[in-house]
């Protein structure tokens, strides 16, 4: 059975930056394309990032752009976005995607 895990997550200033790590098991990651999404309190979960299953295609939401890099390691079976200048409303909890399996997510705080 498909399981993601979440980690990385944290409390930090607008301005810092955290990198985010997805576990993958239970299915041949690197026949996927995998997700980031986010969810703030008392919004609906928005897709943040994709990566398809080789790496090579890979894109943003708008208003990520330029600041987030999503990335895999297919052998080492995770999936990490790096998340940079970031800004009050980065605030969320951040879950990773593949197909219809959802991690548990990881909450991250911007705020000074």
């Known amino acids: 059975q498909a399981q993601l895990v979440e980690s990385g997550g944290g409390l930090v200033r607008p301005g810092e930056s955290l990198k985010l790590s997805c576990s993958a098991s239970?299915?041949?990651?690197?026949?996927?394309?995998m997700n980031w999404y986010r969810q703030a309190p008392g919004q609906e979960r928005e897709w943040v990032a994709g990566i398809d299953s080789s790496g090579r295609i890979i894109k943003y939401a708008d208003s990520v752009k330029g600041r987030f890099t999503i990335s895999r390691d297919n052998y080492k079976k995770t999936v990490s976005l790096q998340m940079n200048s970031l800004k009050p409303d980065d605030t969320a909890v951040y879950y990773c995607?593949?197909?219809?399996?959802w991690g548990q997510g990881t909450q991250v705080t911007v705020s000074s």
């Open positions: 995607n593949v197909r219809d399996t």
């Open positions: 239970g299915f041949i990651l690197s026949l996927y394309a």
